[in-house]
């Protein structure tokens, strides 16, 4: 039997405290009215940006387990989500439930979480770059950070102009992916940054500023992809998506900057959840 509503797989690691993964994954989709279905990555007590001595479990095993019982049975999904891996293992298996589980009108969206700010993530290691460029080849969209879209290329990660952005999202494309979405561009005046978009099928580049706050929280990342994720599934046009995801982010942004509230906790996303189904109150989406 059909669902009444869209099914999607959040393959995704689960944060006990500080925002982001899960946390921030299924109240997003679920706001968006797609009906999530979590296979857990890893279990961590906090996030991993800004927390020291955090508990880190690998779940590889367990998510075996609940692959095979989702065979079992007969589970079908209108998408496809992936972000944070806790192994190269967990790669193998991600790639082989993409083969398993999609149709031909799902949407399959990996976001190749490996590192920021030039840098690889604490649980990362070189060996996940090779395994995230062939999981990358799996999708239909991917959201890069510009350091993450770096190391998927095996370009040294750094401050890069616009026209090297669009040559980097060509390049990603050629890996598989139809839709090439690029965020934390550094705007050629230095402050901000911009999200630059690639569809390949229609040659075309979109860009949205993103207003500069002077604050970074962790989880962002995870935020901006649910949205992205849940609007395409919605059968928002790339452009549009890109629009409302930069838009939430920002709203979450303001919502807690200006209290004096730890950054490394993440944003205050339950205080503007409900904004996620209010019209677009404009467009700020440019082609370039």
């Given at each position: 039997?059909?669902?009444?509503?869209?099914?999607?797989?959040?393959?995704?690691?689960?944060?006990?405290?500080?925002?982001?993964?899960?946390?921030?994954?299924v109240p997003i989709l679920s706001a968006l009215g797609i009906q999530v279905c979590a296979l857990p990555t890893a279990l961590l007590s906090t996030h991993t940006g800004g927390f020291s001595g955090f508990h880190f479990r690998d779940l590889t095993?367990?998510?075996r387990c609940i692959i095979s019982h989702w065979k079992d049975l007969g589970l079908y999904f209108d998408g496809i989500y992936s972000g944070f891996l806790g192994s190269a293992e967990q790669i193998?298996?991600?790639?082989?439930?993409?083969?398993?589980?999609r149709k031909q009108s799902s949407l399959v969206v990996v976001d190749p979480v490996l590192g920021d700010d030039g840098q690889l993530y604490e649980t990362m290691h070189p060996q996940m770059i090779k395994g995230m460029r062939e999981l990358t080849a799996c999708a239909d969209v991917i959201t890069p950070n510009l350091t993450e879209a770096a190391l998927l290329?095996?370009?040294?990660?750094?401050?890069?102009?616009?026209?090297?952005?669009k040559d980097w999202a060509r390049d990603l494309s050629s890996l598989?992916?139809?839709?090439?979405?690029?965020?934390?561009?550094?705007?050629?005046?230095?402050?901000?940054?911009?999200?630059?978009?690639?569809?390949?099928a229609n040659e075309r580049?979109?860009?949205?500023?993103?207003?500069?706050?002077?604050?970074c929280y962790p989880g962002t990342g995870d935020i901006f992809a649910s949205v992205i994720?849940?609007?395409?599934?919605?059968?928002?046009?790339?452009?549009l998506s890109l629009?409302?995801?930069?838009?939430?982010?920002?709203?979450?942004?303001?919502?807690?900057?200006?209290?004096?509230?730890?950054?490394?906790?993440?944003?205050?996303?339950?205080?503007?959840?409900p904004s996620l189904n209010a019209p677009v109150s404009m467009s700020s989406f440019e082609l370039i």
């Open positions: 039997m059909h669902s009444a509503v869209q099914r999607i797989a959040a393959i995704h690691d689960l944060s006990g405290f500080g925002g982001g993964s899960l946390s921030a994954v095993e367990d998510m193998h298996i991600v790639r082989d439930f993409i083969t398993t589980f290329l095996g370009h040294e990660p750094g401050p890069v102009s616009t026209p090297i952005v598989g992916p139809e839709r090439i979405i690029i965020t934390s561009v550094p705007e050629n005046h230095g402050s901000g940054t911009s999200v630059i978009a690639y569809d390949k580049f979109w860009k949205v500023a993103c207003p500069y706050i002077p604050a994720t849940g609007s395409l599934l919605q059968g928002d046009s790339l452009p629009d409302r995801a930069v838009q939430f982010v920002s709203l979450a942004i303001r919502a807690t900057f200006g209290h004096n509230f730890p950054e490394r906790e993440g944003v205050f996303l339950e205080r503007v959840l």
